[in-house]
């Protein structure tokens, strides 16, 4: 399984950025895929996850800046970033579990996924 993310890149604050993710070699249901961050010196964070179904889940204070979505006839996952902030400033990583089902109160937790791609930065300066 291979998830490589593009999109990222240097904004003011207040800008905007798209993610990308795409995803190969995914045999199963997708039953759902995230979105998360990490910022230097801290721990990784769940940034949005988004179910087969279309079902959302934020992490705090994202919802209403950041709206996740998913293209399956193109094997993507899109990350729109609205109003950026510096303290969003992270590499960015997409991630996907092994084909099963989880609640949508655990998929931000890095743990219930499997694979990852190599992440892309994003950089928000005031």
């Known amino acids: 399984v291979m998830l490589v993310e593009s999109g990222g890149g240097s904004v003011q604050s207040g800008g905007s950025l798209r993610l990308s993710c795409v995803v190969s070699?995914?045999?199963?249901?997708?039953?759902?895929m995230g979105w998360f961050r990490q910022a230097p010196g801290k721990e990784r964070e769940g940034v949005a996850a988004?179910?087969?179904?279309?079902?959302?889940i934020y992490g705090d204070s994202l919802k209403g800046r950041f709206t996740i979505s998913q293209d399956n006839a193109k094997n993507t996952l899109y990350l729109q970033m609205n109003s950026l902030k510096p303290e969003d400033t992270a590499m960015y990583y997409c991630?996907?579990?092994?084909?099963?089902?989880?609640?949508?109160?655990?998929?931000?937790?890095?743990?219930?996924?499997?694979?990852w791609g190599q992440g892309t930065q994003v950089t928000v300066s005031s």
């Open positions: 988004i179910g087969l179904d279309d079902t959302t």
């Open positions: 991630a996907a579990p092994r084909s099963r089902y989880a609640h949508i109160t655990y998929r931000l937790q890095p743990s219930y996924y499997d694979y």
């Open positions: 070699g995914y045999s199963g249901s997708r039953y759902f």
